[in-house]
T-cell receptor
Framework: AQTVTQSQPEMSVQEAETVTLSCTYDTSENNYYLFWYKQPPSRQMILVIRQEAYKQQNATENRFSVNFQKAAKSFSLKISDSQLGDTAMYFC?????????????FGPGTRLSVLP | KAGVTQTPRYLIKTRGQQVTLSCSPI?????VSWYQQTPGQGLQFLFE???????NKGNFPGRFSGRQFSNSRSEMNVSTLELGDSALYLCASRMTGAPRETQYFGPGTRLLVL
Protein backbone atom coordinates (compact mmCIF):
# COMPACT_ATOMS: atom_id res chain seq x y z
CA ALA A 1 0.00 0.00 0.00
CA GLN A 2 1.10 3.50 -0.76
CA THR A 3 1.59 5.78 2.24
CA VAL A 4 2.69 9.32 2.95
CA THR A 5 4.18 10.31 6.30
CA GLN A 6 4.57 13.80 7.68
CA SER A 7 6.38 13.42 10.97
CA GLN A 8 5.83 16.98 12.20
CA PRO A 9 2.19 17.51 13.21
CA GLU A 10 2.87 21.13 14.15
CA MET A 11 5.62 23.63 13.52
CA SER A 12 6.17 27.30 14.07
CA VAL A 13 8.56 29.80 12.55
CA GLN A 14 9.29 33.46 13.01
CA GLU A 15 8.31 35.81 10.24
CA ALA A 16 11.08 36.22 7.65
CA GLU A 17 12.85 33.04 8.70
CA THR A 18 13.15 29.76 6.82
CA VAL A 19 11.34 26.55 7.70
CA THR A 20 11.46 23.03 6.27
CA LEU A 21 8.55 20.61 6.38
CA SER A 22 9.37 16.96 5.99
CA CYS A 23 7.58 14.28 4.02
CA THR A 24 8.40 10.69 3.26
CA TYR A 25 6.42 8.28 1.15
CA ASP A 26 6.37 4.66 0.28
CA THR A 27 5.60 3.24 -3.12
CA SER A 28 6.91 0.56 -5.41
CA GLU A 29 6.02 2.58 -8.49
CA ASN A 30 8.72 4.35 -10.46
CA ASN A 31 6.64 7.02 -12.13
CA TYR A 32 4.64 9.30 -9.91
CA TYR A 33 4.02 12.93 -9.04
CA LEU A 34 4.56 14.66 -5.73
CA PHE A 35 2.73 17.69 -4.43
CA TRP A 36 2.58 20.09 -1.54
CA TYR A 37 -0.82 21.61 -0.88
CA LYS A 38 -1.63 24.43 1.52
CA GLN A 39 -4.94 24.76 3.38
CA PRO A 40 -5.20 28.12 5.20
CA PRO A 41 -7.65 28.37 8.10
CA SER A 42 -11.20 28.31 6.74
CA ARG A 43 -9.96 28.74 3.21
CA GLN A 44 -9.60 26.57 0.15
CA MET A 45 -6.79 24.14 -0.44
CA ILE A 46 -4.33 25.34 -3.03
CA LEU A 47 -1.36 23.77 -4.77
CA VAL A 48 1.98 25.09 -3.55
CA ILE A 49 4.42 23.12 -5.66
CA ARG A 50 4.63 20.00 -7.79
CA GLN A 51 7.48 17.62 -8.64
CA GLU A 52 7.54 14.91 -11.26
CA ALA A 53 9.48 11.88 -10.05
CA TYR A 54 11.36 11.44 -13.32
CA LYS A 55 12.83 14.94 -13.01
CA GLN A 56 16.00 15.15 -10.98
CA GLN A 57 15.94 18.91 -10.65
CA ASN A 58 14.16 20.16 -7.56
CA ALA A 59 11.08 22.28 -8.22
CA THR A 60 10.93 25.88 -7.03
CA GLU A 61 8.09 28.39 -6.92
CA ASN A 62 9.18 31.79 -5.63
CA ARG A 63 9.80 31.36 -1.89
CA PHE A 64 8.90 27.66 -1.98
CA SER A 65 11.32 24.93 -2.97
CA VAL A 66 11.55 21.21 -2.50
CA ASN A 67 14.33 18.77 -1.73
CA PHE A 68 13.40 15.63 -3.63
CA GLN A 69 15.44 12.56 -2.75
CA LYS A 70 14.00 9.74 -4.83
CA ALA A 71 16.15 6.96 -3.43
CA ALA A 72 15.27 7.96 0.11
CA LYS A 73 11.64 8.57 -0.87
CA SER A 74 11.79 11.97 0.74
CA PHE A 75 10.13 15.17 -0.43
CA SER A 76 10.63 18.11 1.93
CA LEU A 77 9.29 21.63 1.46
CA LYS A 78 11.38 24.68 2.27
CA ILE A 79 9.67 28.01 2.81
CA SER A 80 12.03 30.97 2.72
CA ASP A 81 11.30 34.43 4.11
CA SER A 82 8.18 33.12 5.88
CA GLN A 83 5.18 35.42 5.83
CA LEU A 84 2.14 35.57 8.11
CA GLY A 85 0.02 34.43 5.17
CA ASP A 86 1.94 31.15 5.09
CA THR A 87 0.13 30.06 8.25
CA ALA A 88 -1.80 26.97 7.16
CA MET A 89 -2.01 23.20 7.14
CA TYR A 90 0.44 21.77 4.64
CA PHE A 91 -0.26 18.43 3.01
CA CYS A 92 2.24 16.35 1.15
CA UNK A 93 0.68 14.11 -1.50
CA UNK A 94 1.64 11.85 -4.29
CA UNK A 95 -0.18 10.53 -7.29
CA UNK A 96 0.43 7.42 -9.30
CA UNK A 97 -0.86 7.37 -12.83
CA UNK A 98 -1.13 3.75 -13.86
CA UNK A 99 -3.20 1.61 -16.20
CA UNK A 100 -5.71 1.05 -13.42
CA UNK A 101 -6.14 4.78 -12.98
CA UNK A 102 -4.83 7.55 -10.83
CA UNK A 103 -4.37 7.15 -7.12
CA UNK A 104 -3.96 10.21 -4.91
CA UNK A 105 -2.56 9.67 -1.43
CA PHE A 106 -2.23 12.49 1.09
CA GLY A 107 -0.18 12.74 4.24
CA PRO A 108 -1.75 13.70 7.60
CA GLY A 109 -0.58 17.29 7.33
CA THR A 110 1.67 19.68 9.21
CA ARG A 111 0.14 22.72 10.87
CA LEU A 112 2.50 25.64 10.34
CA SER A 113 2.19 28.84 12.34
CA VAL A 114 4.17 31.89 11.29
CA LEU A 115 4.76 34.12 14.29
CA PRO A 116 5.12 37.90 14.05
CA LYS B 1 -13.06 32.67 -14.09
CA ALA B 2 -15.17 31.52 -11.20
CA GLY B 3 -13.57 28.94 -8.96
CA VAL B 4 -14.88 25.56 -7.92
CA THR B 5 -18.14 25.92 -6.03
CA GLN B 6 -19.76 23.46 -3.68
CA THR B 7 -23.25 23.43 -2.26
CA PRO B 8 -24.42 23.36 0.38
CA ARG B 9 -21.56 24.61 2.53
CA TYR B 10 -22.94 23.10 5.73
CA LEU B 11 -25.30 20.23 6.33
CA ILE B 12 -26.67 18.45 9.37
CA LYS B 13 -28.21 15.02 8.97
CA THR B 14 -29.14 12.14 11.24
CA ARG B 15 -27.99 8.55 11.10
CA GLY B 16 -29.68 6.49 8.44
CA GLN B 17 -30.54 9.43 6.21
CA GLN B 18 -29.00 10.04 2.84
CA VAL B 19 -27.35 13.19 1.51
CA THR B 20 -26.43 14.65 -1.85
CA LEU B 21 -23.62 17.14 -2.28
CA SER B 22 -23.00 19.18 -5.39
CA CYS B 23 -19.86 20.46 -7.06
CA SER B 24 -19.54 22.84 -10.00
CA PRO B 25 -16.07 22.77 -11.54
CA ILE B 26 -14.21 25.65 -13.10
CA UNK B 27 -15.59 26.40 -16.54
CA UNK B 28 -13.91 24.16 -19.11
CA UNK B 29 -12.76 21.59 -16.57
CA UNK B 30 -14.08 18.11 -17.25
CA UNK B 31 -12.45 16.16 -14.42
CA VAL B 32 -13.98 16.30 -10.95
CA SER B 33 -12.57 14.48 -7.94
CA TRP B 34 -14.07 14.07 -4.49
CA TYR B 35 -12.24 13.80 -1.18
CA GLN B 36 -13.25 13.21 2.42
CA GLN B 37 -11.33 15.09 5.10
CA THR B 38 -11.58 14.06 8.76
CA PRO B 39 -9.32 14.78 11.75
CA GLY B 40 -8.69 11.07 12.25
CA GLN B 41 -8.20 9.79 8.71
CA GLY B 42 -6.97 12.95 7.05
CA LEU B 43 -7.67 13.54 3.39
CA GLN B 44 -8.86 10.50 1.48
CA PHE B 45 -9.66 10.17 -2.20
CA LEU B 46 -13.21 9.08 -2.92
CA PHE B 47 -13.55 9.03 -6.70
CA GLU B 48 -12.95 10.93 -9.91
CA UNK B 49 -15.32 11.58 -12.78
CA UNK B 50 -14.44 12.56 -16.30
CA UNK B 51 -16.91 13.04 -19.13
CA UNK B 52 -19.74 11.57 -17.07
CA UNK B 53 -17.80 8.38 -16.30
CA UNK B 54 -16.21 7.31 -13.05
CA UNK B 55 -12.54 6.95 -13.88
CA ASN B 56 -10.93 6.29 -10.51
CA LYS B 57 -12.23 5.11 -7.17
CA GLY B 58 -10.82 5.14 -3.67
CA ASN B 59 -11.40 2.61 -0.95
CA PHE B 60 -14.83 3.56 0.31
CA PRO B 61 -17.98 1.45 0.77
CA GLY B 62 -20.72 1.37 -1.81
CA ARG B 63 -22.79 3.80 0.27
CA PHE B 64 -20.66 6.49 -1.34
CA SER B 65 -21.55 7.11 -4.94
CA GLY B 66 -21.39 9.89 -7.44
CA ARG B 67 -22.25 11.01 -10.89
CA GLN B 68 -21.32 13.67 -13.37
CA PHE B 69 -23.58 15.52 -15.73
CA SER B 70 -22.96 16.62 -19.29
CA ASN B 71 -22.06 20.13 -18.09
CA SER B 72 -19.35 18.56 -15.86
CA ARG B 73 -21.17 19.36 -12.64
CA SER B 74 -20.90 16.48 -10.22
CA GLU B 75 -22.91 15.18 -7.32
CA MET B 76 -21.88 12.89 -4.55
CA ASN B 77 -24.38 10.81 -2.63
CA VAL B 78 -23.99 9.08 0.70
CA SER B 79 -26.75 6.69 1.71
CA THR B 80 -27.54 5.29 5.15
CA LEU B 81 -25.41 7.87 6.91
CA GLU B 82 -23.22 6.83 9.81
CA LEU B 83 -21.70 9.00 12.53
CA GLY B 84 -18.28 8.40 11.00
CA ASP B 85 -19.36 10.08 7.78
CA SER B 86 -19.13 13.45 9.52
CA ALA B 87 -16.42 15.21 7.58
CA LEU B 88 -15.46 17.99 5.24
CA TYR B 89 -16.12 16.84 1.68
CA LEU B 90 -13.94 18.53 -0.88
CA CYS B 91 -14.21 18.46 -4.60
CA ALA B 92 -11.50 19.44 -7.02
CA SER B 93 -11.49 20.02 -10.74
CA ARG B 94 -8.93 19.74 -13.50
CA MET B 95 -9.05 20.29 -17.23
CA THR B 96 -8.80 16.66 -18.28
CA GLY B 97 -7.33 14.94 -15.28
CA ALA B 98 -3.88 14.53 -16.77
CA PRO B 99 -1.21 14.10 -14.07
CA ARG B 100 0.53 17.38 -14.85
CA GLU B 101 -2.60 19.44 -14.41
CA THR B 102 -3.21 21.43 -11.26
CA GLN B 103 -6.18 20.46 -9.14
CA TYR B 104 -8.33 23.35 -8.02
CA PHE B 105 -10.24 22.71 -4.83
CA GLY B 106 -13.61 24.01 -3.75
CA PRO B 107 -14.36 25.34 -0.26
CA GLY B 108 -15.94 22.06 0.81
CA THR B 109 -19.21 20.92 2.31
CA ARG B 110 -19.08 20.30 6.03
CA LEU B 111 -21.38 17.40 6.90
CA LEU B 112 -22.36 16.65 10.47
CA VAL B 113 -24.17 13.38 11.16
CA LEU B 114 -26.03 13.22 14.48
Amino acid sequence: AQTVTQSQPEMSVQEAETVTLSCTYDTSENNYYLFWYKQPPSRQMILVIRQEAYKQQNATENRFSVNFQKAAKSFSLKISDSQLGDTAMYFCAFMIDSRSGQNFVFGPGTRLSVLP
Amino acid sequence: KAGVTQTPRYLIKTRGQQVTLSCSPISGHRSVSWYQQTPGQGLQFLFEYFSETQRNKGNFPGRFSGRQFSNSRSEMNVSTLELGDSALYLCASRMTGAPRETQYFGPGTRLLVL
